[in-house]
């Protein structure tokens, strides 16, 4: 039972542009959101996150969007770069401290 | 600052060997955690220790074992490996209010 999902294996979008990455969730207790870049043969680092009170956070050029109802966020990067060339992971915890699952991944390529 | 560290990076085993991979974190995290990352699986949870003294099973434990030896150390073992365990593994540590940081991986491959 996948209860985090990345349905798009990959993205492709020209430098300057907006990319945006989506996850959906399917346990209604998760409470706290992530997302997680991650280079290879390097480990996952933390990117931005949301708390389920928020429906928005905003960090620099990355923004993360939460719609609860939808059991949906998605991360926005504006503009793209090359270097965001990167696996994105979406994960979700519930109470903070418990499992953090995480998605599948969506490779993003960002071109010159 | 270290951060979490992972030993080894790499690793070949044969069928039915055993090892134990290592990870300990000098931020006094009270969570630690054990993935494994396939292609196309993402990273998917093996066992994870909410603190010193506790561990649960994640999504995939089977053929795992975990220790934790005390808050800063969290052992994962393969008592008898198989071709179907060969993955990247991926440890990591969080407070109740912080992202989870990760080491930098050990990539084991079972022949």
């Known amino acids: 039972d996948q209860q985090v999902k990345q349905n798009s294996p990959s993205l492709s979008v020209q430098e300057g542009r907006i990319s945006i990455l989506n996850c959906d969730y399917t346990n209604s207790m998760f409470d706290y959101f992530l997302w997680y870049k991650k280079y290879p043969a390097e480990g996952p680092t933390f990117l931005i996150s949301?708390?389920?009170?928020?429906d928005k956070n905003e960090d620099g050029r990355f923004t993360v969007f939460l719609n609860k109802s939808a059991k949906h966020l998605s991360l926005h990067i504006v503009p793209s770069q090359p270097g965001d060339s990167a696996v994105y992971f979406c994960?979700?915890?519930?109470?903070?401290?418990?499992?953090?699952?995480f998605g599948q991944g969506t490779i993003l390529t960002v071109h010159p | 600052n270290a951060g979490v560290t992972q030993t080894p990076k790499f690793q070949v085993l044969k069928t039915g060997q055993s090892m134990t991979l290592q990870c300990a974190q000098d931020m006094n995290h009270n969570s630690m955690y054990w993935y494994r990352q396939d292609p196309g699986m993402g990273l998917r949870l093996i066992y994870y220790s909410a603190s010193e003294g506790t561990t649960d099973k994640g999504e995939v434990p089977n053929g795992y074992n975990v220790s934790r030896l005390n808050k800063r150390e969290f052992s994962l073992r393969l008592e008898s490996a198989a071709p179907s365990q060969t993955s990247v593994y991926f440890c990591?540590?969080?407070?109740?209010?912080?992202?989870?940081?990760f080491g930098q991986g050990t990539r084991l491959t079972v022949v």
């Open positions: 994960a979700a915890s519930a109470e903070h401290y418990g499992k953090l699952t």
């Open positions: 949301i708390s389920s009170i928020k």
């Open positions: 990591a540590s969080r407070t109740t209010i912080t992202e989870a940081f």
